[in-house]
Nanobody
Framework: QVRLVESGGGLVQAGGSLRLSCAAS?????MGWFRQAPGKEREFVAAMGWTDASAAYAGSVKGRFTISRDNAKNTVHLQMNSLKPEDTAVYYC??????????????WGQGTQVAVSS
């Protein structure tokens, strides 16, 4: 069993930055970040393999968001820069097989709210 705990969400003005963190307990897997805005489906944001540094990003965040990991602390981060109001959503950390759809992932965190004001 893997437990994921996210932190770092909040309210920020457009153009600002936030850093999300996800602490994982148990076996390590590829880690991903997804987000879900009200009335919308959960969408892929970024993912990183655990045995290598391969990373993937959604086109809407590429160049603004950076995923990174700290293997010693079993933690993955999502640095979000140049935030836009359309980035507003609940952000979820997930662990499983590296992929861009939710079904690739077996474990999910509780989510952390990110709100970007214009």
């Amino acid at each position: 069993q893997v437990r994921l705990v996210e932190s770092g969400g909040g309210l920020v003005q457009a153009g600002g930055s936030l850093r999300l963190s996800c602490a994982a307990s148990g076996r390590t897997y590829a880690m991903g970040w997804f987000r879900q805005a009200p009335g919308k489906e959960r969408e892929f944001v970024a993912a990183m393999g655990w045995t290598d540094a391969s990373a993937a990003y959604a086109g809407s965040v590429k160049g603004r968001f950076t995923i990174s990991r700290d293997n010693a602390k079993n933690t993955v981060h999502l640095q979000m820069n140049s935030l836009k109001p359309e980035d507003t959503a609940v952000y979820y950390c997930a662990a499983g097989s590296m992929g861009v759809i939710p079904s690739f992932y077996d474990y999910w965190g509780q989510g952390t709210q990110v709100a970007v004001s214009s």
